[in-house]
C-alpha cells in the first residue's frame, strides 16, 4: 500500500499569514517542502492498479483539502475516514460537495456517487457536541453526497483494497487506525497522542505515522513555549511521540503534523532524523508530497 502525506502541518500551517519568522519567510520564498498544509494523508492499495485511477481513502478533512487533492493530483476519493473532530481534521467537510455533485443535472443539482464516511462512535458523539459538525454531516448525507458508516473499537472494515480497524487512543476523542493490505500493516496515530500507550497487537508494523509533539526549545536553544503553556500538560511532547514510537517499533516511523510553532526547518527535522535515537526507529519527518511505499525499503 502507499500512503500519501497530503498535508503534513498540525492547527498552525506554514506559512501563516502576517507571520515573517524565519521558518514563514522561507516558506514563502522557497516553497517545496517548507510549506505545510493541513494534515490528511492519503492511502492506496497496491493492488489497485496504476494511479490515478487506483481506489483510495482519505483520512481527514482539514480545510485546504480540495486544493491538496489538486496539489498531489488525487483524481478520486472511494472512501473518508474521521481520526478526531478538531477543526484542523474537519474544516474541510464541504469536499462532498466538490466530489459528488453533478451541479448541471437534468431537474437540478444532484449527486454523481455518494462517498462513505467512516466515523468511530465517540467521534461522532464528538461531532454532536463540536461546530456543528454533525449537523454538516446530516446535510450532506441528506443531499446523498455521503453515507455515515459509525465505527465501534476494533470492528474491521473493508474498502478501497485496504482492510482497517479504528481504536481508541488515552484521549478518547482520538481514534488510532490500523490499516493492513495482505501481510503490510500501518498505524496511523496522527494527533494527540499524549498519555497513549498502544496496544500490543499494533506493535511491529511495517509503517508508523505518528504526531511530532511539542518542542519546548528550538534547535538554537532558545525557549519557544512559554512557561505554563497550557498544551505543555495537555498535549504530547516530541520526547513522548518517540516513547510511543519505541513501543510501536514499526520497521518505519513518519512523524507528521508538524507544527509552525515548532521553528524548524526541513534540513533541521532531516538533520534531527539522523540522531541515533532516530535512527535506532528508522524515523523521519513527512513533509507535503512524501509518498511512503508501506513495507518497501526507503
Ligand atoms: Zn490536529
Ligand atoms: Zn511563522
Not at 22 to 28: G, K, S, T
Not at 30 to 38: H, L, N, P, Q
Given at each position: 500500500m502507499e500512503v500519501l502525506f497530503l498535508g503534513s502541518s498540525g492547527a498552525t500551517l506554514t506559512p501563516?499569514?502576517?507571520?515573517?519568522?524565519?521558518?514563514?519567510?522561507?516558506?514563502?520564498?522557497?516553497?517545496?517542502?517548507?510549506?505545510?498544509?493541513?494534515?490528511?494523508?492519503?492511502?492506496?492499495?497496491?493492488?489497485g492498479g496504476p494511479s490515478p485511477d487506483r481506489p483510495g481513502i482519505l483520512v481527514d478533512t482539514p480545510e485546504e483539502i480540495h486544493a491538496a487533492l489538486l496539489r498531489w493530483r488525487v483524481e478520486r476519493v472511494d472512501a473518508v475516514i474521521y481520526t478526531h473532530w478538531h477543526p484542523d481534521h474537519t474544516a474541510g467537510m464541504r469536499l462532498f460537495e466538490h466530489l459528488n455533485m453533478d451541479w448541471l443535472a437534468e431537474g437540478g443539482p444532484r449527486p454523481h456517487r455518494t462517498t462513505p464516511v467512516y466515523v468511530p462512535e465517540r467521534v461522532l458523539q464528538d461531532f454532536q457536541a463540536h461546530h456543528g459538525l454533525m449537523e454538516k454531516l446530516l446535510y450532506l448525507e441528506g443531499r446523498e453526497l455521503l453515507k455515515i458508516h459509525v465505527l465501534q473499537a476494533g470492528q474491521e472494515f473493508s474498502v478501497a483494497g485496504l482492510t482497517l480497524r479504528a481504536f481508541p487512543m488515552a484521549n478518547p476523542e482520538l481514534w488510532t487506525y490500523e490499516v493492513r493490505e495482505g501481510a503490510r500493516r500501518a498505524v496511523l496515530a496522527v494527533d494527540d497522542t499524549q498519555g497513549y500507550v498502544p496496544e500490543e497487537f499494533l506493535a511491529e508494523a511495517d509503517l508508523a505515522v505518528l504526531e511530532t509533539g511539542w518542542f519546548e526549545r528550538g534547535p538554537d536553544g532558545r525557549r519557544l513555549l512559554p512557561e505554563g503553556w497550557p498544551s505543555l500538560e495537555l498535549e504530547a511532547s516530541f520526547e513522548e511521540s518517540l516513547r510511543i514510537a519505541s513501543r510501536l517499533r514499526a520497521r518505519r516511523t513518519v512523524f507528521t503534523h508538524i507544527e509552525e510553532i515548532n521553528q524548524r526547518t526541513p534540513e533541521e527535522y532531516d538533520k534531527l532524523a539522523r540522531s541515533p535515537e532516530l535512527s535506532a526507529l528508522r524515523g523521519s519527518f513527512a513533509y507535503d508530497g512524501l509518498r511512503i511505499r508501506v513495507g518497501e525499503e526507503a
Open positions: 501563516r499569514v502576517g507571520c515573517s519568522c524565519r521558518i514563514c519567510a522561507r516558506a514563502r520564498e522557497r516553497g517545496g517542502r517548507d510549506v505545510r498544509s493541513g494534515p490528511s494523508l492519503y492511502l492506496t492499495a497496491s493492488s
